[in-house]
Nanobody, 115 residues
Framework: VQLQASGGGLVQPGGSLRLSCTAPGSIFNVNAMGWYRQAPGKQRELVATITSGGTTNYADSVKGRFTISRDSSKSTVFLQMNSLKPEDTAVYFC??????????WGQGTQVTVSS
């Protein structure tokens, strides 16, 4: 079972992109969903998360620029990325924590910020 992510692409510095991620209906008891990213030669890092109760958490590097949200079904999350910088270039992975135990990942979507 894999999360379905979409929305990556190429954007100029200062531009915006919106990522979305949907957990399939076969996944129940999702505690939190979020986004991680991995740049070439670097470790995967947390970008933003949102719990089932609506609590959000952001990496310091994206605070004030990125916003995570979800739809009413709580099975789809969105990452609105504004004021993008070249250092935001990475493969972005959607993640879900289920039953406080299991981790589910999406396939990764490339975000490239370049002029």
């Amino acid at each position: 079972v894999q999360l379905q992510a979409s929305g990556g692409g190429l954007v100029q510095p200062g531009g915006s992109l919106r990522l979305s991620c949907t957990a399939p209906g076969s996944i129940f008891n999702v505690n939190a969903m979020g986004w991680y990213r991995q740049a070439p030669g670097k470790q995967r890092e947390l970008v933003a998360t949102i719990t089932s109760g609506g609590t959000t958490n952001y990496a310091d590097s994206v605070k004030g620029r990125f916003t995570i949200s979800r739809d009413s079904s709580k099975s789809t999350v969105f990452l609105q990325m504004n004021s993008l910088k070249p250092e935001d270039t990475a493969v972005y992975f959607c993640h879900a924590k289920v039953a406080f135990r299991d981790d589910y990942w999406g396939q990764g979507t490339q975000v490239t910020v370049s002029s």
